[in-house]
Nanobody, 126 residues
Framework: QLQFVESGGGLVQSGGSLRLSCTASGFTLDNYAVGWFRQGPGKEREGVSCITKSDGSTRYAGSVKGRFTISRDNARHTVFLQMNNLKPEDTGIYYC???????????????????WGQGTQVTVSS
């Protein structure tokens, strides 16, 4: 069964940090671009960051640029999302997703992905 398992979510105060992990199970991560998405209370799901499979190029949503860093460790089949200077508006369920044919240009779009994790909750208190 192909799946991602996310971990690292939790409750943190505004200005704090969390590191999310997304581990692939049942497939080789090298062949997939990976994106992080989030869905806040009463909001639509949005793309947060993504990293390509080829050269590890990254993209970020404007709201997180300069605060979040995505990275991948193919040997550990894991992609990380380091989140610093967290704000209450970062609260939500964070999902990672993998796509074999994901383009860099559109990698913040959820339609580019076909394997999804179950999500991990991030709550930032003010």
């Amino acid at each position: 069964q192909l799946q991602f398992v996310e971990s690292g979510g939790g409750l943190v105060q505004s200005g704090g940090s969390l590191r999310l992990s997304c581990t692939a199970s049942g497939f080789t991560l090298d062949n997939y671009a990976v994106g992080w998405f989030r869905q806040g209370p009463g909001k639509e799901r949005e793309g947060v960051s993504c990293i390509t499979k080829s050269d590890g190029s990254t993209r970020y949503a404007g709201s997180v640029k300069g605060r979040f860093t995505i990275s991948r460790d193919n040997a550990r089949h894991t992609v990380f999302l380091q989140m610093n200077n967290l704000k209450p508006e970062d609260t939500g369920i964070y999902y990672c997703a993998g796509g074999r044919s994901t383009s860099y240009t559109f990698c913040l779009g959820s339609e580019e992905y076909d394997i999804w994790g179950q999500g991990t909750q991030v709550t930032v208190s003010s």
